[in-house]
Nanobody, 116 residues
Framework: EEQLVESGGGMVHPGGSLRLSCTAS????????MDWIRQAPGKGPEWVSR????????SYADSVKGRFTISRDNAKKTVYLQMNSLKPEDTAVYFC?????????WGQGTQVTVSS
C-alpha cells in the first residue's frame, strides 16, 4: 500500500524556521515527482513546491519563493521542505503529494502555525 507520512510541523514565531519531512513507503519513491501543498483554515489547497525525481529541478509558489527550499533523499525515500522566515500567512496544514498511475496520494498532513 502506497503511503506518505509527514512530520516536523509545529508552532513558531514569525521569522522562525521549520523543516518538514515526508517519508514514503509502498512505491518506488525515486520514480515520482513530489509536491508540497498546504491548506490554510477556511481556504482551499495551495500548491507550494515541486521537485523532480532526482532533485535537480525545483519550483516554488511566488508566496514562498526565496524562503522555502524543497529537497529529497531517494535513499531515505523522503522529501523535505525547509521553511525559513516564516510568516503568519504560512499557517496551514502541509501535505506531501504525488500521483501514482494518475491516482493522487496524500499524507495525513502536518500542522504549521506561525504566531507571535
Amino acid at each position: 500500500e502506497e503511503q506518505l507520512v509527514e512530520s516536523g510541523g509545529g508552532m513558531v514565531h514569525p521569522g522562525g524556521s521549520l523543516r518538514l519531512s515526508c517519508t514514503a513507503s509502498g512505491f518506488t519513491f525515486s520514480a515520482y515527482i513530489m509536491d508540497w501543498i498546504r491548506q490554510a483554515p477556511g481556504k482551499g489547497p495551495e500548491w507550494v513546491s515541486r521537485i523532480n525525481t532526482d532533485g535537480s529541478i525545483t519550483s516554488y509558489a511566488d508566496s514562498v519563493k526565496g524562503r522555502f527550499t524543497i529537497s529529497r533523499d531517494n535513499a531515505k525515500k523522503t522529501v523535505y521542505l525547509q521553511m525559513n522566515s516564516l510568516k503568519p500567512e504560512d499557517t496551514a496544514v502541509y501535505f506531501c503529494y504525488t500521483a501514482i498511475l494518475g491516482i493522487p496520494r496524500w499524507g495525513q498532513g502536518t500542522q504549521v502555525t506561525v504566531s507571535s
